[in-house]
């Protein structure tokens, strides 16, 4: 079975979920958090211990990145080719995206709607500078995700693998972040609108904690003030990060233009108290979790405040899986040559080198069949076939007199002398051999030429093979046409002439039967046309048709048929030499 592994990675915390299976049935073997250090050398060590104690591959791991740094966008193109799309998508958003460079950031689509000239896209534009930072710190940690997705697609590939999204009503997907909460309306189980609220649990980035600060001077009752402190503000930063929240949700759901009606907004991601179990604008918001019985598919006993947490690495590793519905590629741009060539580079080396190996071996293996074939093979062959040919005390010779220039070979062979190239010809039977079978066969046209059997006059086309073949038709399409044949034929003619020239006409009478003279006749038309399709087929014409007494077929009379035989030799020659390969 598959393994897939999915990496959420926020600000200061992250998620890992390790699934074991299939598209749809998965098994779960994993799911950890655990905090991010922003201030160490390397924030990801927590990231790295996790991967490396549940033995996590570099294959199939996908990353979930924080949808606050980035933007959406609606754009209409007069496109409808993915790649052109790709060529031009840039250039067009460009303008949308005055706050960045558009060489500093990364864009993705979504397919909308589109008809056959224009296509509606959600575009997706990312900083590459966020997409290295979390690349990064997985690379170090030992995971290399092949693709990078936001929290809105992880999400929404999480809510349908979860049914949640039925095509008869429209819902709303909040993920709840450190510092953003990102939202997506769904319509008719269609992505309807993408956008990103910037306030999360945590409220904004936070500086240096008062905590932080305290000194070895500090008395306990000091320590204990600055807790009560920060609690305190904690308290501030969530009501003022629901309160925002809320608005902006009321904000999307009416500004939202769907079909359906929006009956239900589910959250995930971290626990904002007063969120969920409340409404907005009287829609109910309710908990969407990866886990639990809400996923029957897969078991796993977790805190109910905890179980939204891992949505979106959920979703990343179903994907890896192929369970996905939307499939963003943010990492495209740097893996177009590095995803390609880098990522077989090794494999293909050790491919090669065992390949070689093999190569070798067989080379060494064939070359010894090949010097016993020499030896036992081909040269005992040599030895008694010379002594057949030449007569000694135990075999008859056949060749009498034996050709001097083959006496002469023979002699050469008894002897060890080599040929022209100085070579023995004991040293390559084989070779040897084939020299007796050239001259053999000089001495066999020699003899041929003596007795006047000229191989190149050739027997003209046979007039039995050329009615056969206009017969064969007609009995294929015996229940088609339902032919009687009164009279046939057939001479060969051009003969003497050049060989293309040359071919048979069969002549012959016939009755089509049929229920109808129209029936008859298109069942005339149906011969002549497959006549034409014939390989061996040179030239037809029509001739006088006459009805029968009871209009029920037709009288053919003396329908000629030219017929080429040299192509029928021809195709079963072809045929031969396929079947025997």
Request: aromatic content about 4%; charged content about 25%; overall charge negative.
């Amino acid at each position: 079975m598959a393994r897939s592994c999915g990496i959420h990675l926020g600000t200061r915390r992250f998620e890992i979920v390790i699934l074991d299976g299939g598209p749809k049935k998965q098994t779960l073997v994993a799911a950890v958090a655990g905090e991010l250090d922003p201030n160490a050398d390397h924030p990801g060590k927590a990231l790295k211990e996790a991967l490396a104690k549940h033995k996590v591959s570099k294959e199939n791991v996908g990353l979930v990145i924080d949808a606050g740094g980035a933007a959406f966008r609606r754009l209409t193109l007069p496109l409808t080719d993915a790649t052109k799309i790709e060529q031009v998508l840039k250039f067009e958003v460009e303008k949308d995206l005055p706050q960045w460079d558009i060489d500093d950031v990364v864009a993705d689509h979504l397919v909308m709607a589109s008809n056959d000239i224009s296509s509606d896209l959600l575009v997706t534009a990312v900083p590459k500078e966020d997409l290295g930072a979390a690349l990064a710190i997985c690379e170090w940690a030992g995971a290399e995700p092949y693709e990078v997705e936001l929290e809105t697609t992880a999400m929404v590939n999480a809510a349908f693998y979860s049914d949640l999204c039925p095509i008869d009503t429209a819902q709303v997907l909040v993920h709840v972040g450190e510092h953003s909460t990102a939202v997506v309306i769904i319509d008719g189980g269609q992505v309807n609108e993408m956008r990103v609220v910037h306030s999360g649990a945590l409220g904004a980035q936070p500086s240096e904690s008062s905590a932080e600060e305290a000194t070895e001077e500090d008395t306990p009752q000091d320590v204990a003030e600055v807790a009560r402190g920060q609690e305190q503000e904690q308290e501030h930063v969530n009501r003022e990060a629901l309160r925002r929240i809320r608005r902006e949700l009321g904000r999307s759901i009416s500004a939202a233009r769907t079909r359906n009606d929006i009956e239900a907004v589910y959250a995930c991601g971290l626990n904002l108290p007063g969120l969920i179990g409340e409404s907005v604008m009287d829609i109910p918001v309710e908990e969407m979790s990866a886990f639990g019985p809400e996923a029957s598919r897969i078991k796993q006993d977790l805190p109910a405040e905890e179980r939204g947490r891992w949505v979106v690495a959920f979703g990343s590793a179903l994907r890896e899986l192929g369970g996905a519905k939307l499939s963003p590629r943010l990492r495209r741009e740097n893996l177009t040559y590095a995803g390609t060539w880098e990522r077989v580079e090794f494999p293909l080396a050790v491919c090669s080198l065992l390949l070689a190996t093999l190569l070798a071996v067989m080379f060494i293996l064939q070359q010894k069949e090949l010097m016993t074939l020499n030896v036992h093979g081909a040269g005992q062959w040599a030895s008694y076939s010379n002594a057949y040919m030449k007569g000694d005390r135990n075999v008859l010779g056949k060749l009498s007199p034996l050709p001097d220039d083959i006496r002469a070979f023979l002699k050469k062979l008894e002897g060890g002398e080599g040929g022209s190239d100085g070579k023995p010809f004991s040293d390559d039977y084989y070779a040897a051999t084939k020299r007796v079978d050239a001259l053999l066969r000089t001495e066999v046209a020699k003899l041929k030429k003596e007795l006047g059997a000229d191989t190149s006059i050739q027997q003209p086309q046979s007039a039995l093979v050329g009615t056969h073949l206009v017969l064969d038709l007609l009995e294929e399409h015996q229940k088609d046409w339902r032919p009687s044949i009164r009279h046939i034929d057939a001479v060969t003619q051009g003969m003497g002439k050049s060989t293309r020239s040359e071919s048979v006409k069969v002549t012959v009478t016939l009755v089509l039967l049929a229920d109808s003279v129209q029936a008859a006749a298109s069942n005339y038309e149906a011969l002549l046309n497959e006549l034409k399709l014939q390989p061996w087929h040179k030239n037809s014409t029509r001739s006088n048709v006459v009805s029968l007494a009871n209009d029920k077929g037709l009288l053919i009379e003396r329908l000629p048929i030219e017929v080429d035989v040299s192509v029928y030799y021809e195709q079963q020659r072809q045929d031969a030499l396929e079947a025997a390969q």
